[in-house]
């Protein structure tokens, strides 16, 4: 007897056969911070008129869902500072119940923590990614030119209370954190967070800071972290992009995201959609695909889900990344507050 399996779209492949199974959603490229590595500090934001209604989000993620993304993560500018953001949280959720979606997750700076992280538990998020480069207040205050570190230590004690599953995101940023690696390494230990270094991406004017001067390759920080700590090697992989190893030492994991010394291109899963329904199938190219269009020009999904194909298909095989004296300027001039970090 033939059992009758229900048709499902076919799934999305790009050219250099990876299938498409990550989508990272930009909802707003506001911020309430201004950290130094990202933006500057009189950043213009985009019109409220060119950004997508909530329900759009909502109508063009659950058309990647359709199309066989499992993994879906909020971004920004700072997701939680969206007016209403958690209504699509609790609307993507239902993803999630119904088995179409293996994780809704979000990367959040954490200032709003302590006011979401039940609800976000709630929704089925089960673990979080929070941005800290620093846990000197006074160095955290100078990176982010906004923030508050209370304030998000605040939210971290609300997420571990909710359940989540925290990890916490560092930029390294030569002469400004790299004397803390050892001490994020022992915070994370001691609070049972997994830590991930990430080197500078060259995205975006960022006024009177040089990213040349800022960056430091994983590689240097690496070497520095194996002096004090013991990293066994994994296969622990959440989907994105950052190696992983195992600090012995303190049973966490600590992951390393090496777009320029050691890019990860080469099984990249993902893609990012903006706030404004502009698609982008690299994090490091210009190329992108207007979805907001052809999802405002029909009520039917199906001229939709035919430009997200459409867009597939151009994905490039990698980036283009570059940080050099000859390359001053930023490698994409869009920031990542508008691609979605």
Same mark, same amino acid.
């Given at each position: 007897?033939?059992?009758?399996?229900? #048709?499902?779209?076919?799934?999305?492949?790009?050219?250099?056969?990876?299938?498409?199974?990550?989508?990272?959603?930009?909802?707003?490229?506001?911020?309430?911070?201004?950290?130094?590595?990202?933006?500057?500090?009189?950043?213009?934001?985009?019109?409220?008129?060119?950004?997508?209604?909530?329900?759009?989000?909502?109508?063009?993620?659950?058309?990647?869902?359709?199309?066989?993304?499992?993994?879906?993560?909020?971004?920004?500018?700072?997701?939680?500072?969206?007016?209403?953001?958690?209504?699509?949280?609790?609307?993507?959720?239902?993803?999630?119940?119904?088995?179409?979606?293996?994780?809704?997750?979000?990367?959040?700076?954490?200032?709003?923590?302590?006011?979401?992280?039940?609800?976000?538990? %709630?929704?089925?998020?089960?673990?979080?990614?929070?941005?800290?480069?620093?846990?000197?207040?006074?160095?955290?205050?100078?990176?982010?030119?906004?923030?508050?570190?209370?304030?998000?230590?605040?939210?971290?004690?609300?997420?571990?209370?909710?359940?989540?599953?925290?990890?916490?995101?560092?930029?390294?940023?030569?002469?400004?954190?790299? %004397?803390?690696?050892?001490?994020?390494?022992?915070?994370?230990?001691?609070?049972?967070?997994?830590?991930?270094?990430?080197?500078?991406?060259?995205?975006?004017?960022?006024?009177?800071?040089?990213?040349? #001067?800022?960056?430091?390759?994983?590689?240097?920080?690496?070497?520095?972290?194996?002096?004090?700590?013991?990293?066994?090697?994994?296969?622990?992989?959440?989907?994105?992009?950052?190696?992983?190893?195992?600090?012995?030492?303190?049973?966490?994991?600590?992951?390393?995201?090496?777009?320029?010394?050691?890019?990860?291109?080469?099984?990249?899963?993902?893609?990012?959609?903006?706030?404004?329904?502009?698609?982008?199938?690299?994090?490091?190219?210009?190329?992108?695909?207007?979805?907001?269009?052809?999802?405002?020009?029909?009520?039917?999904?199906?001229?939709?889900?035919?430009?997200?194909?459409?867009?597939?298909?151009?994905?490039?095989?990698?980036?283009?990344?570059?940080?050099?004296?000859?390359?001053?300027?930023?490698?994409?001039?869009?920031?990542?507050?508008?691609?979605?970090?």
């Amino acid at each position: 007897m033939t059992t009758l399996v229900e #048709d499902r779209p076919a799934p999305l492949i790009d050219p250099f056969a990876r299938a498409i199974s990550y989508l990272r959603v930009s909802v707003t490229d506001r911020c309430d911070f201004r950290c130094l590595y990202c933006m500057a500090e009189d950043m213009t934001f985009l019109p409220k008129a060119e950004v997508l209604s909530l329900e759009e989000l909502d109508r063009l993620c659950s058309a990647f869902v359709r199309l066989g993304v499992r993994k879906l993560r909020m971004t920004g500018g700072e997701p939680l500072v969206r007016r209403n953001v958690m209504s699509l949280f609790r609307g993507l959720s239902r993803h999630l119940r119904s088995g179409d979606l293996d994780e809704l997750t979000v990367t959040t700076n954490g200032s709003q923590l302590a006011r979401h992280a039940a609800e976000l538990a %709630d929704c089925g998020v089960r673990r979080i990614n929070v941005s800290i480069d620093t846990l000197d207040p006074a160095k955290f205050a100078a990176i982010t030119r906004w923030g508050r570190l209370e304030q998000v230590l605040e939210g971290l004690a609300a997420a571990k209370a909710a359940g989540l599953a925290v990890k916490i995101n560092a930029v390294a940023l030569k002469g400004v954190n790299d %004397d803390e690696f050892d001490r994020l390494i022992a915070w994370c230990g001691d609070e049972g967070f997994d830590l991930v270094l990430i080197e500078v991406m060259p995205m975006g004017e960022i006024g009177g800071e040089v990213r040349l #001067d800022q960056y430091l390759p994983l590689s240097i920080v690496r070497a520095r972290v194996q002096q004090n700590w013991t990293l066994d090697e994994t296969d622990y992989r959440t989907g994105g992009p950052a190696r992983y190893y195992t600090v012995r030492e303190t049973g966490r994991r600590i992951g390393f995201i090496t777009p320029l010394t050691h890019n990860f291109c080469e099984s990249c899963n993902r893609v990012r959609l903006t706030c404004t329904g502009t698609l982008y199938m690299c994090l490091g190219q210009e190329d992108a695909a207007d979805l907001r269009a052809p999802l405002r020009a029909s009520d039917d999904d199906g001229v939709l889900e035919t430009a997200i194909r459409a867009a597939i298909r151009r994905k490039p095989k990698g980036h283009d990344f570059v940080i050099d004296r000859r390359r001053r300027g930023p490698a994409v001039s869009r920031h990542m507050s508008v691609t979605g970090g």
